[in-house]
Nanobody
């Protein structure tokens, strides 16, 4: 059973920055495709960013392109989401997710492809 623990959420003003971290329990982390998703009370959990197991492939939802950056450190079994120029519409609970069955360069946009999820970390951006 893979355990994922997110951290780094908080409250910031518009234009501020946060870096989310997601630490995995398993040494096979380097073989997992990873994703970040955001959920709000009025929307289902939606895709924000993803990175392939080998780190070569990344992608983002359009509203965060140029502001967010996903990265991973396989030695630390951790994936990061650097969030800059934050906007109120970025507010939500951010979840990291892992898929064990992807090829080295694959990423997934659909939350149903991810097997394991963290508990979430709240991000609040005030205007």
């Amino acid at each position: 059973q893979v355990q994922l623990v997110e951290s780094g959420g908080g409250w910031v003003q518009t234009g501020g920055s946060l870096r989310l971290s997601c630490a995995a329990s398993e040494p096979t982390f380097s073989t997992y495709a990873m994703g970040w998703f955001r959920q709000t009370p009025w929307m289902e959990r939606e895709f924000v960013a993803a990175i392939s197991a080998n780190g070569a492939t990344t992608d983002y939802e359009n509203p965060v392109k140029g502001r967010f950056a996903i990265s991973r450190d396989n030695a630390k079994r951790t994936v990061y989401l650097q969030m800059n120029s934050l906007k109120p519409e970025d507010t939500g609970v951010y979840y990291c997710a892992a898929d064990r069955d992807s090829a080295a360069g694959e990423i997934w946009y659909n939350r149903n492809y991810y097997e394991y999820w963290g508990q979430g970390t709240q991000v609040t951006v005030s205007s």
